[in-house]
Structures are given as C-alpha cells and as structure tokens.
C-alpha cells in the first residue's frame, strides 16, 4: 500500500496562473505537476502544483526566475 508523504503544493488565484506554472514545469524544466487543489487548502482557481517537499529550493527557483504569479505555498501529506 502506498504511503503518504510530505508534499509541496503551491495554489494559484486563476487558472491562467495555474497553466502558466504547468507551461514552465515543461519547458522551464521546474519539477512537479498540475493537481486538483487538496481538500485540506482553499484556493481560488482549484488547481494547484505538487512538488516533493525535497524539491522545495528548485521549485522556489524557477518560480523567481520565471515570475510566476501564486496565491500561496503549503506542506501537505499526500499520496
């Protein structure tokens, strides 16, 4: 059975936002994937981006860089 681990899930306010960040996660070569936003946050568009928590300082990097707007970074246990 598979476990939950520590994730990094970043939420964005529209979906523009949201598609923007996957746009770069495929090009920019910044780690992670589009999800639907976890229950456990409230979001405003209902997509997020999921990154192992130990992928933290890349993801940071990439969303600076690129300039990536977002509404907020949260540490959840997902599968």
Known sequence: MREKTL???VTF???ADALAMESLGRT???PGRIIPVPSQIDSGCG???CVEA???ED???GISQ???AYEGFYEVMLY
């Open 28 to 30: 920019g070569g910044v």
């Open 59 to 61: 993801l940071l990097r």
């Open 47 to 49: 997509l997020a981006w």
């Open 13 to 15: 306010a529209t979906t």
């Open 66 to 68: 690129y300039g990536v």
């Open 7 to 9: 994730k990094l899930v």
């Open 54 to 56: 130990s992928q933290k």
